[in-house]
């Protein structure tokens, strides 16, 4: 069946039964188990206009991914577009703008613009792909003091599910422009997304732990400092299992502890300051890991794996964290190594994400001050199923204080619908976007608008 789009490409067409099938089909996130029809890994833009067309005058959908860290749809009758390949970056200092090819992850970007003093507000992970966090919002590590990365979006080359390219800027197309900056995928193929940078002349920043038993007084007394916190100040605030790995210090080796990840921009010492201001509140640190950091350290500042596991997440937006929130949170968590949610985490917001961007975009702003984050590793189907419990068991017990919605980047492939991602106006908005540019549905919508 395939035999024409195969003519039509320079890169690879790969199907079922085919030795690097598997290989390829499978996503960061190992918990998906993903089934395209096939399989094309485009070396050029030429590719996925081929692919787009031919999808469409066969009935097949199409679905993009880099690296698959947001899969979880079901690609049946869908030819899956792996662009790792598309990893051109260029660098303009004088415009403090990048381009930045479909394939491209964050630390592939944070290395091309450490040199010339310049950051985008990427994910906490460095292998996360630059387009896709980009077009589901994007709430980086900067994001306090830059807003959203999904913002910073400035101009995108796209195939329609027609297989046409078209370049989206301020003076054309310029409702897609705005749907790609935070409106998830499915509008369009982005094969180059051109982004506004930010300089970054000093940073300071990293990791502190607490022992776990210690994490009530250490979550008051974050919540406290966040609520009087500079923008320039970014954190995130969870437990985490360490593993018993020789990488890990003997003291901690196994065990469960409160982490705090911190990122200041600004002078080495006006940081210090502003985090002393929270350990001086709390029980002493079992490690202070803060330090001058350069744009470079900004690609795994939480020390995320770097390797593919089993995953499953959800993501909550919180008005408030007082006391009784923090409670039940940490008692439904619980503090074992073993625990169903083996890292929650609560992300401070407010700054520049609550504000208003004069250039606009699907994401919006974003007025909750807090931002909570479930993660579990799903390591078997019934771990999987004890961990979605827990979470929402977890959701549930922070109903007083959930506003019932969530960020692009954080909802839940097949689960969270766009009613729990965007509100009505916008969402009207994108229906709109997305039967002009593809009325029939070819591109594979990550939250469908019915």
């Known amino acids: 069946m395939f035999s024409g789009l195969s003519r039509q490409l320079r890169g690879r067409l790969l199907l079922p039964g085919d030795a690097d099938w598997d290989?390829?089909?499978?996503?960061?996130?190992?918990?998906?188990?993903?089934?395209?029809?096939?399989?094309?890994?485009?070396?050029?833009?030429?590719?996925?206009?081929?692919?787009?067309?031919?999808?469409?005058?066969?009935?097949?959908?199409?679905?993009?991914?880099?690296?698959?860290h947001g899969a979880g749809a079901d690609?049946?009758?869908?030819?899956?577009?792996?662009?790792?390949?598309?990893?051109?970056?260029?660098?303009?200092?004088?415009?403090?703008?990048?381009?930045?090819?479909?394939?491209?992850?964050?630390?592939?970007?944070?290395?091309?613009?450490?040199?010339?003093?310049?950051a985008a507000s990427l994910g906490s992970g460095p292998t996360t792909g630059v387009v896709g966090f980009t077009m589901f919002g994007g709430a980086g590590v900067l994001g306090r003091p830059t807003g959203f990365t999904a913002h910073k979006?400035?101009?995108?080359?796209?195939?329609?599910?027609?297989?046409?390219?078209?370049?989206?800027?301020?003076?054309?197309?310029?409702?897609?422009?705005?749907?790609l900056r935070g409106g998830g995928g499915g509008f369009a193929l982005v094969t180059h997304l051109e982004l506004r940078l930010d300089r970054v002349p000093e940073l300071f920043g990293g990791q502190v732990m607490w022992a776990a038993a210690a994490a009530d007084e250490v979550f008051a007394a974050w919540?406290?400092?966040?609520?009087?916190?500079?923008?320039?100040?970014?954190?995130?605030?969870?437990?985490?299992?360490?593993?018993?790995?020789?990488?890990?210090?003997?003291?901690?080796?196994?065990?469960?502890?409160?982490?705090?990840?911190?990122?200041?921009?600004?002078?080495?010492?006006?940081?210090a300051d502003v985090l002393g201001e929270l350990t001086a509140r709390?029980?002493?640190?079992?490690?202070?890991?803060?330090?001058?950091?350069?744009?470079?350290?900004?690609?795994n500042l939480s020390n995320n794996p770097g390797v593919p596991m089993p995953a499953r997440m959800r993501g909550e937006l919180l008005s408030g964290l007082p006391d009784e929130a923090i409670g039940k949170l940490l008692r439904l968590t619980g503090q074992e190594p073993d625990a169903p949610i083996t890292m929650p985490f609560v992300r401070h917001l407010g700054g520049m994400f609550a504000q208003d961007h004069p250039d606009g975009g699907a994401i919006g702003r974003c007025e909750a001050p807090y931002l909570l984050e479930l993660l579990g590793l799903a390591v078997t189907p019934e771990a999987d199923e004890a961990i979605r419990r827990n979470q929402h068991a977890i959701s549930a017990a922070l109903g007083p204080w959930s506003t019932g919605t969530t960020l692009p980047g954080f909802a839940v492939p097949q689960e969270d619908t766009a009613e729990r991602v965007y509100p009505p106006a916008t969402r009207d908005r994108l229906r709109r976007v997305k039967n002009s540019y593809d009325p029939d549905g070819v591109i594979l919508p990550s939250f469908p608008l019915p």
């Open 282 to 299: 709390t029980p002493a640190p079992l490690a202070n890991a803060c330090r001058p950091l350069t744009a470079a350290d900004l690609g």
């Open 223 to 271: 919540r406290d400092w966040t609520a009087g916190l500079p923008p320039e100040m970014s954190s995130t605030l969870g437990i985490v299992s360490l593993p018993p790995s020789p990488a890990v210090p003997e003291p901690l080796r196994g065990t469960r502890v409160a982490t705090l990840t911190a990122c200041y921009v600004g002078p080495a010492g006006q940081g």
């Open 75 to 118: 690609l049946g009758g869908t030819i899956m577009v792996r662009t790792s390949a598309l990893r051109e970056i260029t660098v303009d200092p004088a415009s403090n703008v990048a381009r930045v090819g479909a394939g491209v992850r964050g630390r592939d970007l944070v290395a091309a613009l450490s040199p010339h003093g310049l």
């Open 23 to 68: 290989t390829a089909r499978r996503p960061w996130n190992l918990r998906v188990d993903q089934r395209p029809a096939a399989i094309v890994e485009p070396e050029a833009a030429g590719d996925m206009a081929a692919t787009a067309a031919y999808a469409a005058r066969h009935g097949l959908r199409v679905a993009v991914q880099c690296t698959g």
């Open 153 to 179: 979006v400035v101009a995108a080359d796209v195939v329609t599910a027609d297989g046409t390219r078209l370049r989206c800027d301020t003076e054309a197309h310029q409702d897609l422009l705005w749907a």
